[in-house]
């Protein structure tokens, strides 16, 4: 089972600080939380929901500009700072969305 987060403004994600490394997150912050990657387990790139696209929803960029928005998502391991990885690990969907500049964490997974 998995929960979709919804942050501010009913944007899917909550805004979270990552250390990114050469082949993707190796740690990141939510709130005064830190969570170490211990794996990345999937990766891949996807566009916007259609009903988030265009002018109504700040697209503005004509259509050939929604057919090329996209967002890279990783899927990781990942635990507390100071906890065991063997009884604590979770498993999140970290996405980095270039028009916004920000990552989000998009997905928790139980």
Same mark, same amino acid.
């Given at each position: ?66 057919? &090329? ?21 979770? &498993? ?15 997905? &928790?997974?139980?």
């Amino acid at each position: 089972m998995s929960r979709v987060l919804v942050g501010a403004g009913g944007r899917v994600g909550e805004q979270v600080q990552v250390e990114r490394g050469p082949v993707g997150p190796v740690q990141f912050w939510r709130g005064e939380s830190r969570y170490e990657v211990g794996e990345l387990l999937d990766h891949w790139v996807e566009t916007s929901p259609w009903w988030q696209r265009g002018p109504a929803a700040g697209g503005g960029g004509g259509a050939s500009a929604d057919l &090329v928005a996209t967002r890279q998502v990783w899927r990781v391991e990942a635990v507390r700072a100071g906890r065991s990885r063997m009884s604590f690990a979770g &498993v999140f969907d970290l996405s980095w969305e270039p028009a916004e500049n920000c990552w989000l964490l998009v997905r &928790v997974h139980d």
